[in-house]
Each structure stands twice: as structure tokens, then as C-alpha cells.
């Protein structure tokens, strides 16, 4: 799939370099074809290394994808260069006026902190308001999904004993929903949190449905909506380095840091770690952006 990027944003060469098609706005200008706008909001701290995870997850059906970064002004974190957030970023107050086909609302690293002591917390309420009028469906993932749920159902997020870390196995519930269409009965995807929603709360609420789940890790995919929104407790987006990056920085800080499940052959941090999710995770995504993006988006946005 042709993705539109701004020509020199650093992402466009790692996934040229991967044979992804990336498409910069010279080319995109020649094509008469209406894309798909797509807005990602991007609150992990690592943000290059999440737009490469992202664009990368997104690059495999044959739609024209006009990418917008967006970045919060109320927060500016310090693991990101200020010009790359200058060139490439937009906020909401920038975009507020847009309509969007779809909006990826990332995870982010403050889970252990309540909803409203995070300094973009009244930031992310406008948006995530905002989405329900001016963005066709809403991917929300990891952090975002338990912000999602609160904001939008009131479902609170509650502390784990041990931190969720590593790669879990799934199962599909209802396969005739199409977001899972194409899933095995059984898959697998990352996890890399502290805290968790209550399965009960979530199946209690009518207005939202579970469509994959695991026993150890709990709710993975939710929906409400018929898609408009979308909740996804984990990172299907990660690529094979991410944990094992998570693990070692955080065990050179002298944290108590456990090694990520199912993740390195024979528990040996010194191995190659597998990589068993990545099918999984793009048919997600396509799924994702065919039938609940691109089918139902009206033409004029």
C-alpha cells in the first residue's frame, strides 16, 4: 500500500529500506485517487521508533494512506527531538477543524498514574470528543484503549501484581466480525503494562462487544460502535526488538524487571528473540483500514 509521509521524515527510509512502499507528496500529487486520511497520535515516548512500528503495520493493502502525526502541546516529552516534533508533528489545535477517515490513539507510558493526574489528560478528553464527530472509527491501543474506555464507558483501569510483560497466546470469540477476519482460532500477541480492565465490565457494558481475548492476559480486542471505536490492550504493532529494547533498559536502570514471557528461545536473553505475531497484527490492521475506514468513510470527508 502506497503510505503518503512527508519526504524526509526518517521513518520513510527504514521501510523503503524494507521494500514497503512509502510514497512521498511529489508522487502522491500525480495520482487522482482520494486517500484515506489517517491521524496517529503518538504519545509513546519512543516516537520515531513508533512511527516505523505503525507505518509499517499499516503498508499492506493497496489504499493510499495520507499520514498525519499528531503530538500533544500540553506535554512535550524529552525522548524526541523538538525539530523532529516541529517538522513532522501537528496538534490538536491544528487539526481540530479536519475531518479524519481514521485516528491511532498509541499506548504511552503513565498507565501507573490515574487518568487525571496525566498532564495531557484534558488534552486527550478533547480529542478523544473530538473523534466521535470528525474521525469515521478509532484504534485505540494499549494505554490508549484503558483511556478510551474510561473516557467513553467509565471503565477503570485496575493494577496488576506483576507487570503484563512479554507475548501471550489468544483466542478469537465471534470470527464472523471482520476486524478478526483471517485470524487463527489461536494467536499471539505483545503485552507491556501494569494494568488491566475488568473483563466482567466490559461484558456488562451493551455497548461493547470482546472479540479476542487470552486467559493469562485478559480482554486483548474490544469494539463498540460497530467499529467507530476500537480497543486493543496490547501492542500488535511492536516489532521483534521492542520488549527485549523494554527489558535491558530497564534492567540497566536496576529496576525488578522480569524476563518477557514466550518471548526468547529457552528464556536466553542472549538469543534471537522469535517473532510470532507480526501475521496477526497486519491482518488486524487491514482489517482494520478496509472495513471499518475505507468502506464506510464517506467520499467528501
Not at 146 to 157: E, N, S, T, V
Request: net charge negative.
Amino acid at each position: 500500500m502506497p503510505i503518503k509521509v512527508q519526504s524526509n521524515l526518517p521513518a520513510k527510509k527504514i521501510l523503503e529500506d524494507e521494500n514497503i512502499f512509502i510514497m512521498d507528496e511529489t508522487r502522491a500529487l500525480t495520482q487522482d485517487i482520494r486517500p484515506l486520511r489517517i491521524a496517529i497520535l503518538n504519545l509513546m515516548p519512543l516516537k520515531e521508533d513508533t512511527e516505523v512500528q505503525l507505518l509499517r503495520s499499516l503498508s499492506n493493502t493497496p489504499l493510499q494512506i495520507d499520514i498525519t502525526f499528531l503530538t500533544t502541546s500540553s506535554y512535550v516529552g524529552k525522548n524526541t527531538a523538538a525539530s523532529h516534533l516541529e517538522k513532522f508533528y501537528l496538534s490538536y489545535e491544528d487539526v481540530k477543524n479536519i475531518k479524519f477517515d481514521g485516528l491511532i490513539i498509541t499506548g504511552a507510558p503513565v498507565e501507573q498514574m490515574e487518568f487525571e493526574e496525566v498532564d495531557y489528560w484534558d488534552e486527550l478528553v478533547k480529542i478523544m470528543e473530538w473523534s466521535k464527530k470528525n474521525v469515521t472509527s478509532t484504534l485505540h491501543i494499549c494505554w490508549g484503549a484503558q483511556a478510551g474506555l474510561y473516557y467513553h464507558f467509565g471503565i477503570p483501569k485496575l493494577p496488576l501484581d506483576n507487570k503484563m510483560f512479554g507475548v501471550f497466546k489468544h483466542k478469537v470469540l465471534n470470527r464472523k466480525v471482520p476486524l478478526v477476519r483471517g485470524f487463527d482460532d489461536i494467536f499471539y500477541a505483545p503485552h507491556s503494562r501494569h494494568t488491566t480492565v475488568s473483563r466482567e465490565a466490559i461484558v456488562n457494558n451493551p455497548n461493547l462487544t470482546i472479540l479476542a481475548e487470552s486467559d493469562e492476559a485478559g480482554v486483548f480486542i474490544a469494539m463498540a460502535d460497530e467499529g467507530r471505536q476500537i480497543f486493543v490492550t496490547g501492542h500488535p504493532e511492536y516489532d521483534r526488538v521492542t520488549l527485549g529494547k523494554e527489558y535491558k533498559r530497564d534492567k540497566d536502570k536496576g529496576l525488578d524487571i522480569e524476563l518477557p514471557k514466550n518471548y526468547y528461545p529457552e528464556d536466553n536473553d542472549d538469543e534471537k528473540p522469535y517473532l510470532v505475531w507480526r501475521a496477526h497484527a497486519n491482518a488486524m490492521y487491514t482489517n482494520w483500514l478496509n472495513y471499518y475506514v475505507y468502506q464506510v468513510t464517506p467520499y467528501e470527508l
